[in-house]
């Protein structure tokens, strides 16, 4: 069901033993890094017999608060591979990446009430194709959306650093685009360019969030034109 306002505290913050009244606290859900970045995130915790429920109806709102207001609404997902990545096991001997499969479903609920609503594009970020990914966790991204697949377009959206070396990987994946991020390895666009399917959309990220100064907006748009 809908989580309420006291477990959201506690997943983020514990719970005192004398909270409650009953003797037993809880510890607040570990806070990391998100990657390169001074932000940090709560990992998630999985355990083997996790089951995966959409049960937050605030996406869904907003996306209808955002058509009603007469805009074009491309709503945002952790991608489910890089979700179970970033997270950790809270049992010995178990694999989250077994977890795949039932995680899917919940994704396909997302993305077939999003299309129901009249969204056209979904950005999906995977910021793990940047990283150096076992062989296991790359095949699973080929599962993950081949199973996903649906009535709306996919952004698959990478960022902090290249994906030249799952680039193989990427172009075989069932979406509609990708997102790469220029202004950190700026030497992947030409590769990138001359890879991709015909069909596919590229975005590129190319300000530099964490720059205090402007972008020079003239010699960026000279790099991205062919």
């Not at 109806?57 to 709503?75: M, R, S, T, Y």
């Not at 952790?78 to 970033?86: F, H, T």
């Not at 056209?120 to 990283?131: F, K, N, R, S």
């Not at 979406?175 to 360019?193: C, N």
Request: charged content about 20%; glycine content about 6%.
């Amino acid at each position: 069901g809908f989580p309420d306002l006291d477990t959201l505290f506690r997943v983020g913050r514990g719970q005192s033993q004398n909270a409650c009244g009953c003797g037993t606290g809880s510890a607040a859900s570990d806070m990391t890094k998100w990657f390169n970045t001074n932000y940090h995130y709560i990992v998630p915790e999985f355990s083997s017999n996790d089951t995966f429920n959409v049960s937050w109806p605030q996406l869904f709102e907003e996306v209808n608060e955002a058509l009603q207001a007469g805009h074009d609404v491309k709503p945002v997902l952790l991608g489910p591979v890089s979700y179970l990545y970033l997270g950790k096991e809270v049992e010995e001997g178990f694999d989250r990446l077994t977890l795949l499969p039932r995680l899917l479903t919940a994704y396909q609920a997302i993305l077939s009430k999003l299309a129901k609503q009249g969204v056209q594009w979904v950005q999906i970020d995977e910021p793990i194709l940047a990283l150096e990914l076992e062989p296991r966790w790359q095949e699973a991204f080929k599962l993950a959306y081949q199973v996903i697949r649906g009535d709306v377009k996919l952004l698959l959206t990478t960022y902090f650093d290249s994906v030249l070396d799952t680039l193989d990987k990427i172009v075989e994946l069932p979406v509609d685009g990708l997102h790469v991020d220029i202004s950190a390895a700026p030497a992947q666009l030409e590769t990138i360019v001359n890879s991709l399917p015909s069909d596919w959309v590229l975005s590129a990220g190319v300000i530099n969030g964490r720059n205090v100064w402007r972008a020079d907006l003239s010699a960026i748009l000279a790099r991205l034109q062919p």
